[in-house]
């Protein structure tokens, strides 16, 4: 029988990438986390990490290794979740990532909400770019991710998820005040740096439109584009999730060539969506996001 512990420990390997990143993670020494592991080459009968330079890589029985200890954990995390369905009380902790816009609209309301209802439970939340987010969600950082999809830009689906859908929020354009779209091409153009689904998406979107975006500020935060298209310095993207519980303060538009909207979605990870926390979060974003 393998250790499930040194198990863990080789998944945590193959998702964070270096042993360094998985003492960290686990609050242990590197040496420790390779003399476990070296343990588990031991029990298992074959090598099951590779030297590459200074780095290590999974050997593909390593991998096959990787594939039934997520099997496991799993099972494991549904246990877990029909245990905590058996009690009376959500309790323990819950620890959720998700993007900016959501976070300024709807977070705020869904934490109060559960905190109103479920006391007992600890809520952990942070603010998390959604690639770096589903990612952490796979190694166990979080328990539950709220994340967002632009038009043509899908995130990769990962088989240790499960994803429940949202809504579908409108993404609109917000033009300085006294102007119209009909100059929009000649406008200045506050974006996501370079590289950002987001902009990648904006960009295709003004070039199908026959321009090619001048983006001269670059940003990741939207109040900022808010701001600075209020200040008429540029034209801007804005997710209508924003003006979720405000007052509108900008003229808006459709996007060059009609409606377009992005997919707001959670995951968590397979075993783990059925635990009476994560549904009753879930369940109390669904609550904050309607009208």
């Avoid at 390997?13 to 686990?26: E, N, P």
């Avoid at 070296?38 to 390593?62: D, I």
């Avoid at 904006?202 to 321009?211: E, K, V």
């Avoid at 008429?232 to 060539?257: E, F």
Wanted: aromatic share 6%.
């Amino acid at each position: 029988m393998f250790d499930l512990h040194r198990l863990r420990l080789l998944r945590e390997l193959k998702h964070r990438g270096t042993l360094a990143a998985v003492a960290s993670a686990l609050s242990y020494s590197p040496s420790s986390v390779s003399q476990q592991l070296s343990q588990l080459e031991q029990e298992v009968g074959v090598r099951l990490l590779e030297p590459v330079g200074r780095r290590v890589k999974l050997t593909p029985q390593a991998e096959i290794l990787v594939a039934h200890t997520e099997a496991v954990l799993a099972r494991l995390e549904q246990a877990e979740a029909d245990i905590a369905a058996s009690l009376h009380e959500i309790s323990g902790t819950l620890r959720v990532a998700t993007f900016q816009t959501a976070t300024l609209a709807l977070i705020p309301a869904t934490l109060a909400r559960m905190r109103d209802e479920h006391p007992s439970l600890r809520i952990e939340f942070t603010v998390a770019d959604p690639e770096v987010a589903l990612s952490a969600l796979i190694a166990r950082d979080f328990d539950l991710v709220f994340s967002e999809e632009y038009p043509g830009q899908p995130e990769p689906r990962f088989a240790q998820l499960e994803y429940a859908e949202l809504f579908h929020d409108p993404i609109q354009l917000a033009v300085p005040p006294g102007m119209d779209t009909t100059s929009i091409a000649e406008l200045p153009w506050i974006m996501e740096p370079e590289g950002y689904p987001q902009r990648k998406w904006a960009t295709a979107l003004c070039r199908n439109h026959g321009f090619e975006p001048d983006v001269r500020f670059e940003s990741t935060d939207v109040l900022v584009k808010l701001r600075f298209v209020e200040h008429g310095l540029a034209a801007a993207l804005i997710p209508r999730l924003i003006w979720h519980d405000r007052d509108v303060t900008l003229p808006l538009h459709d996007p060059p060539g009609g409606p377009q909207s992005r997919r707001l979605f959670t995951a968590a990870r397979a075993g783990r969506g059925q635990h009476p926390a994560v549904r009753a979060f879930r369940q109390a974003l669904r609550l904050s996001a309607t009208p």
